[in-house]
Nanobody
């Protein structure tokens, strides 16, 4: 089992920055990749970005390329999402997810999920 706990969400003005953290515990060493997804009320959970635990090149959704950066600290078993130049449309609940498979985009391919952290962007 892998447990994931997100933190760092909050309220920010458009154009501002936030850094989300995802602390992994349990069998974190068994993970192949960790990703971030986001969801707004009434909509599906959308892929944001993902990185392999070994540190391969990250994958980003087109909507966040050039603004968001995912990174991981293996010593701390923690994944970070640095979000810059935030837009009102980035507002959502952000979820950290982990998979033991070679998954990228589909939420259904991720087995472990955090509880989510709210990001609100004011215009």
């Amino acid at each position: 089992q892998v447990q994931l706990v997100e933190s760092g969400g909050g309220l920010v003005q458009a154009g501002g920055s936030l850094r989300l953290s995802c602390a992994a515990s349990g069998r974190a060493f068994s993970m192949y990749a960790v990703g971030w997804f986001r969801q707004t009320p009434g909509k599906a959970r959308d892929f944001v970005t993902r990185i392999t635990w070994s540190g391969g090149a990250p994958t980003y959704a087109d909507s966040v390329k050039g603004r968001f950066t995912i990174s991981r600290d293996k010593a701390k078993n923690t994944i970070y999402l640095q979000m810059n130049s935030l837009k009102p449309e980035d507002a959502a609940v952000y979820y950290c997810a982990a998979t033991e498979r070679q998954a990228i985009y589909s939420p259904g391919d991720y087995k472990y999920w955090g509880q989510g952290t709210q990001v609100t962007v004011s215009s």
